[in-house]
């Protein structure tokens, strides 16, 4: 396991370089995130350890990072003050743009994984936005969710699709291949607290509350198009298949554990059943939905039947962090299983996942 410390700056996000294997960026906060600087590192790993290449300095509190996906050496930092700056890593000071239309916090960035020539950003005051990196004056279009949105995400699977959870507890997608309208693309609404398992016998031995909470993060698997994980303030991770169409979109597994909110999850870019989160527990935990136990599937790999119902589970965790965990994100790249995570306690750890999962997988 490898460490670097933020001193004095508390990480919020972490994410690995999509071009270079060895570069990591983490963005931070002075005092938690309530009053104060942020910085962004852009570190490298190294035989002699994790070493920062270079920092920047913002004047309000970072809580969201990407990298391009067009340009190596730039990449967006979300702030406490509603701003986006984009920075170049072969630069030594000043962002390279900046955008403000968001009236509060930005909690979450994301590049356009497919088409590479925009992003998206969520914030507190009920939107979510998209942005040109060659339009300096204005996002694209804004989508109004009105609820406060922590995450949200373009699939990584279509140029045109992103979707969203905010505290409403409601997972939303959106096209923008479908008429604005009234419905300003929504395509579909999923309220994560009212979907029960499709499984009575999953449910009986879940212990979490079904009242609605707030949705902190969610991420679409990379393999399965559309399968989609959510969690939140009720420390439950769920899984949601969108091609489902019953009123209530039941959610395929239900992984619980965690005991505070759980803050950030990735599923895993190697394999179609693993994905980690972070939780405000301090622990790092390694989960499979049950794809990986499933006895039928497509040549592609979509559950045909049994769709991992009542199979996913704990099968690892890692437990070095002493304060919050705000983010996880895994390496693309050389050995599959090695990820990054950040914590409150101003402490960055790189590490392979292999060598906490326990039991048979």
């Not at 396991?1 to 071009?19: A, D, I, V």
Request: proline share 5%; net charge negative; with cysteine.
């Amino acid at each position: 396991m490898l460490e670097f410390r933020t001193e004095g700056f508390q990480g919020y996000s972490t994410k690995y370089s999509p071009f270079i294997d060895s570069r990591l960026a983490v963005g931070a906060s002075a005092n938690f995130g309530l009053v104060g600087n942020g910085r962004l590192y852009i570190l490298n790993l190294t035989p002699q350890g994790i070493v920062a290449e270079k920092w920047y300095d913002t004047q309000d509190s970072i809580f969201d990072v990407a990298w391009s996906e067009a340009h190596e050496n730039q990449i967006l930092a979300g702030s406490g003050d509603g701003t986006i700056k984009l920075f170049d890593t072969s630069l030594d000071s000043f962002p390279i743009r900046a955008w403000h239309e968001h009236k509060r916090e930005v909690f979450s960035v994301h590049w356009n994984l497919v088409a590479k020539d925009t992003f998206c950003s969520s914030s507190w005051d009920g939107t979510v936005k998209i942005w040109s990196p060659h339009r300096p004056a204005s996002s694209l279009v804004t989508l109004p969710i009105h609820s406060c949105t922590y995450s949200a995400l373009w699939s990584p699977h279509s140029p045109e699709i992103l979707s969203c959870v905010s505290s409403d507890s409601h997972l939303r997608i959106f096209d923008l291949r479908t008429p604005t309208s009234a419905s300003n693309h929504l395509t579909v609404s999923i309220p994560i607290h009212h979907s029960f398992p499709a499984s009575s016998a999953s449910s009986s031995s879940l212990h979490s509350p079904q009242q609605p909470a707030e949705a902190l993060t969610h991420d679409w698997n990379k393999y399965r198009p559309t399968l989609l994980a959510t969690a939140g303030v009720d420390r439950v991770i769920r899984t949601f298949d969108l091609r489902l169409v019953a009123p209530r979109h039941p959610a395929q597994t239900i992984l619980s554990g965690h005991s505070y909110a759980v803050r950030r999850l990735a599923w895993n870019p190697h394999r179609p059943d693993m994905l980690l989160s972070g939780s405000y527990d301090m622990t790092c935990r390694v989960w499979t939905d049950g794809h990986h136990d499933a006895s039928d599937g497509d040549e592609e790999g979509h559950p045909l039947k049994n769709e991992g119902v009542g199979l996913g589970r704990e099968i690892g965790r890692m437990e070095a962090h002493t304060e919050f965990v705000t983010g996880v994100d895994w390496c693309l790249f050389g050995a599959e299983g090695w990820c990054a995570t950040c914590s409150w306690d101003e402490r960055v750890l790189v590490w392979d996942v292999g060598a906490f999962v326990t039991g048979r997988y």
